[in-house]
């Protein structure tokens, strides 16, 4: 695709490329990722109960606030990639751009722990009475 504000790439807007694209990165980001992995193992189950078992808001709300903490996984992944891709040795500057990184994970984190925990705590008694 070609980037309007550099001027380099290939001409046109392909959406199936894009798509394309877009489930590789995803792919290759659970495939090799162990981090990215695990959230989406516990996440779908919870998912899915909250979809057959409570309204749609609690279905939404666990939805987002799981892609919002695999989002910033694989944001933390690129960073460090890139990081390290830059510089192989150890650098003080890198190390903190990777801590920060690692900080804005660590907030997505307990914001998708906080609402899976009060969720799975709201469907258990939903679930046994059901």
């Given at each position: 695709?070609?980037?309007?504000?550099?001027?380099?790439?290939?001409?046109?807007?392909?959406?199936?490329?894009?798509?394309?694209?877009i489930f590789a990165g995803l792919r290759f980001a659970i495939l090799y990722d162990a981090s990215v992995a695990y959230k989406l193992?516990?996440?779908?189950?919870?998912?899915?109960?909250?979809?057959?078992?409570?309204?749609?808001?609690?279905?939404?709300?666990?939805?987002?606030?799981?892609?919002?903490?695999?989002?910033?996984?694989?944001?933390?992944?690129?960073?460090?990639?890139?990081?390290?891709?830059?510089?192989?040795?150890?650098?003080?500057?890198?190390?903190?751009?990777?801590?920060?990184?690692?900080?804005?994970?660590?907030?997505?984190?307990?914001?998708?722990?906080?609402?899976?925990?009060?969720?799975?705590?709201?469907?258990?008694?939903?679930?046994?009475?059901?």
């Open positions: 695709m070609r980037h309007k504000f550099l001027g380099i790439g290939e001409p046109g807007y392909h959406p199936l490329k894009k798509l394309r694209t193992a516990l996440s779908v189950p919870v998912i899915a109960a909250a979809f057959f078992l409570r309204e749609r808001v609690d279905f939404l709300l666990i939805l987002l606030t799981t892609a919002f903490v695999l989002v910033a996984e694989i944001f933390n992944s690129a960073i460090e990639a890139l990081c390290d891709f830059v510089e192989t040795r150890h650098n003080e500057k890198i190390k903190i751009i990777k801590d920060i990184a690692a900080a804005a994970v660590g907030l997505a984190i307990l914001v998708w722990v906080v609402v899976l925990a009060v969720e799975i705590g709201e469907m258990l008694p939903a679930a046994r009475t059901g």
